[in-house]
């Protein structure tokens, strides 16, 4: 009876170690495209990893590339403030030329008016007068020239604040810089995990503006909306400091 | 004699600007590339103005405003803050810090005359 309780047992196991090659065999074309599909994979991530190496090393040409707009940007916007400077200087000088000529025109425009006096009863010589001042436009003349000074100096003016422009895009620049060279930082980790630090040591670093040299946040905002707001923030912390001073005065 | 004003910002232009738009109308602008430099420049000079940028290296705008108004000799000079910066907790930090005015950039030349002459003539 026992022997046959044996013989029951090690059919059932045979039975069991049946099913396991049975679902071996099924599995083993599984694994088999598993080890072909990284077969495959693995001379993939060798050019994903390469890639990622060489992208890496580019980062920081495009660093200079940005730090180079922006200085390039800075020394054409420092070279226009320089010529409207002069050009103010210039504008300047011929107003004050102009003035003086316009002050000695008054002087004599002064004289004319007692030489007539003096001129009464002499029909020929005020007719000469007469004739002479027919040309006499200095005084239009002048006031259009005074206008035109004031314009150019209004406009020398508005290109100075829109050659702000500058350092708003220097300030955006500077933070794509920074994003960059986060993102190189990531790379650059990720590569060493990858090759155990052999490739980073390839990896050129570009000096970036520290955070807090620039604002990220910066536009070219001309409306004037940012100082009107500016201006009630600081009327309000004025009004609620006053209001503090007074409510300490009555504790 | 003209009145002095230093200027401290890490933007070369806007240095130029500031310098432009003051010269115009008569100051004399000495300029200064971050917070160190101008404190090493403030006691070269009889200075009667400052306008200072907040975000700059090595000292920025707070620190040297802090350190001006704790110094007995340059405490009373009025500071013109000039920064993009312009959140309300930035601007009350630097009006706490002792800023006289706070003007935000692209700022227009018409007002920061304004408020220079507010305070020197």
Redo the contacts between chains.
Sequence with gaps: MKRVENMTQLFDKLNDLKSVFSYGQKIIPIIQSLIDFMKETVPLLETINKSIAESTSKIPRAQDQINNITNATEMATTEILDIVDIISDDIQKVENTVKAIDEKEKNRAGIRIKLRTYLQGNTEALALLDEYEKGDFISETINDLLESFQKIKNDAYNITLSLQVQDVTAQQLAAVNHLIDSVQGKLASLINDLTDGESQKDIEKVITPAIGTFDPNANYETSGQRQIETDSIIQESKSKQSQDDIDKLFA | MKKVILVAD?????R??VS??LT?KGYEIITASDGMEALEKIPNEKLDLIITDL???NI?GFELIKTIRENELYKEIPIIIL????S?EE??KG?AYGANS??????????ILYEVAKYLN
């Design positions: 890490d933007s070369p232009t806007i130029k600007f432009f738009a115009m975000n700059m290296p920025d920064s993009s910066l312009g309300s601007i009350e009006m706070y003007l935000v950039k692209p700022f227009d030349p018409k007002r």
